[in-house]
């Protein structure tokens, strides 16, 4: 049997977030990151592959990142949902957010644990470590796997997060990038919020925003 995690992006919502699904080859259990919305197709997708949600992590709390948390919290026993606490605010307010854009949004149940930074969430013997990297919103974060970083709206392929919204902050977010996930390994696999997975070497080289 592969020690190797497996990893699943499905896109979902209006905006098509990036929704990952974690699982450990051992236990089966599994964390799901960012569900955008289309909660019915991530259980399938988990379901498809005998895995078992025990934590659903937001990196952030805008609102085309959390529209499936209220299916999969409704959907999932004993479900754990971590957000930091500086974006509960924006978790809160989201459906506000979300009719400026006149995109239909029924809101997120409270998370059940608030996060800070440096947390390490388990889900088998997949250890997965929080990283703060606000800039987009004051409680974005960064998720660690050996191996991995799954970025939300921090950094994309050759681009960064906006920082145009409530609570943004360009310089943050840039110092965020430098000093938390550029210092990571050059063959880090890089999984963004939105669009294509590239590797901390690729945006250290390409990125014009960090040139």
Not at 5 to 12: G, L, M, Q, V, W
Not at 28 to 49: A, N, Q, S, W, Y
Not at 59 to 66: A, V
Not at 132 to 139: I, K, Q, V
């Amino acid at each position: 049997m592969s020690s190797e995690p497996t990893i699943r992006c499905i896109p979902t919502g209006p905006l098509d977030v990036n929704c990952y699904i974690i699982g450990c080859p051992s236990s089966r259990e599994c964390v799901i990151i960012d569900p955008g919305g289309h909660g019915e197709k991530i259980v399938e997708t988990f379901e498809g592959l005998h895995l078992k949600p025990v934590a659903l992590i937001n990196t952030h709390g805008h609102f085309d990142h959390i529209g499936g948390n209220e299916y999969l919290m409704n959907h999932v026993d004993s479900l754990r949902h971590y957000l930091h606490a500086d974006d509960l605010h924006y978790l809160r307010h989201a459906a506000e957010h979300a009719d400026y854009w006149n995109i239909p949004f029924e809101g997120s149940p409270e998370p059940t644990d608030l996060l800070h930074g440096g947390e390490v969430i388990e889900a088998g013997l997949l250890k997965l470590k929080i990283i703060n990297t606000p800039g987009h919103s004051p409680g974005g974060i960064s998720i660690r796997l050996p191996g991995h970083i799954f970025t939300g709206d921090a950094l994309f392929e050759g681009s960064i997060g906006r920082t145009d919204l409530p609570g943004g902050d360009y310089e943050q977010l840039i110092s965020s990038i430098r000093e938390e996930l550029l210092v990571l390994p050059g063959i880090t696999i890089v999984h963004p919020g939105h669009g294509s997975e590239t590797t901390v070497a690729q945006e250290k080289r390409n990125n014009p925003f960090l040139q």
